[in-house]
């Protein structure tokens, strides 16, 4: 089975980040870069999937500027068997359609039995690339998936859905998943791994060969820092009726309830 899983490369999560002049994005270069985290659960699960059914290969596609490339090389250590670079440095021009047709024209041309993304992204978190991919490639998907089967017709795949509960589904190949986090336990790149990893095939595609830049449907206007406010409020009464009113307020207001 071919499996390719699309990888986004972001700013880490602890990364202490800064608004930059446009206002628009953060300023990039105070920040440093890692795998998207439900992509590197993506990853983990198309090497279990390869590694189950005893053969196969696991190529991993990203898209975006030189850097990507270290994330890429993580990828290849874990496992991955080679890799597509989409070099593209005007990824913040694009809206989630934009990025997803970039991925499609890469893709195509392996004809994959399976493609794999994260549910969404640590920086955007639009949620859509996944599934507007899948529409361009005119190939049936699920979302929100922690664990893959492979059966004699296709796959089943149990998706994770609202208070606590699941859905267990099968469909055919070839298909798109947009993986839930959590639902492996992740591998490290061994020694070896990376060792092998510098003489595995990264190929580069520029982005102009695949297909012009069009007017994005999505337009980030601006982000903003949030802003740090203290409140706090006295609650009066006995116990029993100031425990009422701190319940009320947590349903209806704080909504944590």
Do not use: C
Not at 225 to 248: C, F, N
């Amino acid at each position: 089975m071919k499996i390719i899983v699309a990888i986004k490369q972001v700013p880490e999560r602890d990364a202490q980040v800064r608004v930059d002049p446009s206002g628009k994005w953060i300023e990039e270069s105070d920040v440093q870069y890692a795998m998207n985290e439900s992509d590197a659960y993506a990853l983990e699960e198309a090497l279990q999937l390869k590694e189950k059914s005893g053969g196969g290969e696991v190529i991993v596609l990203s898209a975006g500027p030189e850097r990507v490339g270290t994330t890429i090389r993580e990828a290849l250590a874990k496992g991955a068997d080679r890799a597509i670079h989409v070099d593209a440095t005007d990824l913040s021009q694009r809206d989630a359609l934009g990025v997803a047709r970039l991925l499609a024209e890469a893709i195509k041309p392996e004809s994959p039995d399976l493609v794999l993304t994260g549910l969404q992204s640590d920086d955007l978190g639009y949620g859509q690339t996944g599934v507007i991919l899948a529409e361009l490639l005119g190939v049936p998907h699920a979302s929100l998936i922690l664990t893959v089967e492979k059966t004699d017709g296709g796959l089943k795949v149990k998706r994770e859905l609202e208070s606590g509960w699941f859905q267990e589904i099968e469909l055919p190949l070839p298909a798109v998943l947009t993986i839930q986090s959590g639902g492996n336990k992740l591998r490290y790149a061994t020694l070896m791994g990376i060792k092998k990893a510098k003489t595995k095939e990264m190929r580069v595609l520029p982005a102009s060969e695949l297909g012009a830049l069009t007017p994005p449907l999505a337009v980030l206007e601006s982000i903003s820092m949030p802003q740090k406010q203290k409140s706090t409020q006295i609650i009066d009464g006995d116990a029993k009726q100031a425990a009422a009113t701190l319940v009320e307020k947590l349903k209806f207001e704080a909504r944590v309830l």
